[in-house]
């Protein structure tokens, strides 16, 4: 089984500049989440989808980030314009959401970098 | 709202020997998970184990096993025979019917050969 795939790996832009991070989660999984980690702490959720729709985007900074699930699958992430403390890893992950079975699948991150 | 509370941000076990690793949460939820995840240096994270609340028998995985003290909303990690592989970031993770992962700050372990 493949896992959650992320593109790119490493990101490095200028401040006010944009960046987009694609997701491929696992197939068949109906929740797809994007976290923001800083070094050193835990993973903080940006945003939750389920299917197309969205669950959760309370902690999305919506003045400069976006982000889309297309036809329920593939995920894109977008940050406009990038701030300085935007430098984090972003890490994607998908759920199967069947009853007891709500553990996450976490993509290897892109680890972003703003100068 | 719930919370999750790993007050230990970093621990060390000699190579062999047993760690606990420490874990609280705060929900007024009745029916919830429980995770702890490993998140290897520059590595991806993965599940290590899982534990339902409405289960009182604690939840075993070949080294790794759970204190789950409901009560005392208290969710603890004992690594048994621990292995230089075992070296990570471990988080604790809380999930409920709400849908949202409410993660720990994390636990560094290093294990000491």
């Known amino acids: 089984e493949a896992g959650v795939a992320q593109s790119p790996r490493y990101k490095i832009i200028e401040k006010r500049q944009s960046v987009a991070f694609w997701c491929n989660p696992i197939?068949?999984?109906?929740?797809l989440y994007w976290y923001q980690q800083i070094l050193g702490q835990g993973p903080k959720l940006l945003i939750q989808?389920?299917?197309?729709?969205?669950?959760?985007d309370s902690q999305l900074p919506k003045d400069r980030f976006s982000a889309e699930r297309l036809k329920g699958v593939d995920s894109t992430l977008k940050i406009q314009p990038a701030k300085l403390e935007d430098s984090a890893v972003y890490l994607c992950?998908?759920?199967?959401?069947?009853?007891?079975?709500?553990?996450?699948?976490f993509g290897p991150g892109t680890r972003l970098t703003v100068t | 709202a719930q919370t999750v509370t790993q007050s230990q941000p970093e621990m060390s076990v000699q190579e062999a020997e047993t760690v606990t690793l420490s874990c609280t949460y705060d929900?007024?939820?009745?029916?919830?998970?429980l995770f702890w995840y490993k998140q290897p240096p520059s590595r991806q994270m993965i599940l290590v184990i899982r534990?339902?609340?409405?289960?009182?028998q604690n939840a075993t995985e070949n080294r790794f096993s759970v204190n789950f003290q409901k009560a005392a909303k208290s969710f603890s990690l004992k690594i048994s025979d621990s292995q230089l592989g075992d070296a990570a970031m471990y988080f604790c993770?809380?999930?409920?019917?709400?849908?949202?992962?409410?993660f720990g700050t994390g636990t560094r372990l290093k294990v000491l050969a």
């Open positions: 534990q339902e609340a409405y289960k009182q």
């Open positions: 989808f389920q299917n197309n729709g969205v669950v959760d």
């Open positions: 992950a998908s759920s199967l959401w069947t009853s007891g079975s709500y553990e996450q699948y």
């Open positions: 993770a809380y999930f409920s019917g709400t849908y949202k992962y409410i």
């Open positions: 197939s068949g999984h109906a929740t």
């Open positions: 929900t007024s939820e009745s029916d919830y998970y």
